[in-house]
């Protein structure tokens, strides 16, 4: 699953580094308690990717409901402020085949670079990208069967990653993957819908609205 959840009316949810840190811990923390394999991250100022393998359907939603709060409850606190934080619902999309889900990963990790904010991914200290490309430990993430298929060891599996990040991304897939995040399609194979569908796992947000 591409995970997406902004800030409300686009605000900053984040202000200081102890707030990415904090964010971080409680993500490694609820993501192991609710059953959510995390494979690419990126806090944004004033949103946040997440790429994730939910152990059941109800995963992702129970995670996001209860990373959400909290983080809430502590910025509101920290900054004196009231009300939501985040802008409704998260947006999220399945997705299917190794084109699609390597794909995501790199739309994840270069995000910071697409909005300007750093020249290259290894300049924003907030995402998964140090941890991918073998520059750092991050107990946080489990790398996806498909990103393992990237080499048979962990060396050549950081150097074929840190190879594709550098190719530009195709416009087509970026399109293709902020389409399906928003409206909450499955993107990747055209069986994904189908079979997403017959399982009940496709749209997370047309779920149980109280587990957000």
């Known amino acids: 699953m591409h995970l997406v959840q902004r800030g409300n009316n686009r605000a900053p949810c984040f202000r200081q580094e102890s707030d990415y840190l904090l964010y971080l811990a409680q993500l490694r923390h609820l993501s192991s308690q609710v059953g ?3 494979h690419a991250y990126c806090l944004m100022p004033n949103h946040v ?3 994730l393998t939910p152990k059941l359907a109800q995963s992702c939603a129970q995670l996001m409901k209860q990373l959400g709060q909290r983080y809430a409850q502590y910025f509101n606190k920290r ?4 009300g939501t ?8 999309c399945v997705v ?10 790199r739309y994840i990790e270069l995000n910071p670079v697409r909005a300007r904010i750093v020249p290259h991914p290894g300049l924003y200290p907030w995402s998964s990208y140090a941890s991918n490309t073998g520059a750092r430990i991050d107990s946080t993430l489990s790398p996806h069967a498909e990103f393992v298929a990237l ?4 060396r050549g599996r950081a150097t074929a990653y ?13 399109d293709a993957i902020r389409v399906a995040t928003n409206k909450g399609h499955p993107v990747g194979s055209p069986k994904a819908r189908t079979r997403v569908d017959r399982t009940g796992i496709a ?3 047309g779920s149980d609205p109280d587990l957000f």
């Not at 934080?85 to 999220?92: H, K, N, P, Y």
């Not at 299917?96 to 990963?105: E, G, K, V």
């Not at 080499?151 to 962990?154: G, L, N, P």
């Open 36 to 38: 959510c394999a995390l």
């Open 49 to 51: 990717h997440l790429l």
């Open 79 to 82: 900054y004196g402020r009231t």
């Open 85 to 92: 934080l985040w802008e409704g619902r998260f947006r999220s």
């Open 96 to 105: 299917d085949s190794a084109h699609y889900l390597i794909a995501c990963y």
């Open 151 to 154: 080499a048979s060891e962990v």
């Open 162 to 174: 840190r190879a594709l990040l550098e190719e530009t991304l195709d416009p087509a897939l970026i």
């Open 203 to 205: 749209n997370l947000q």
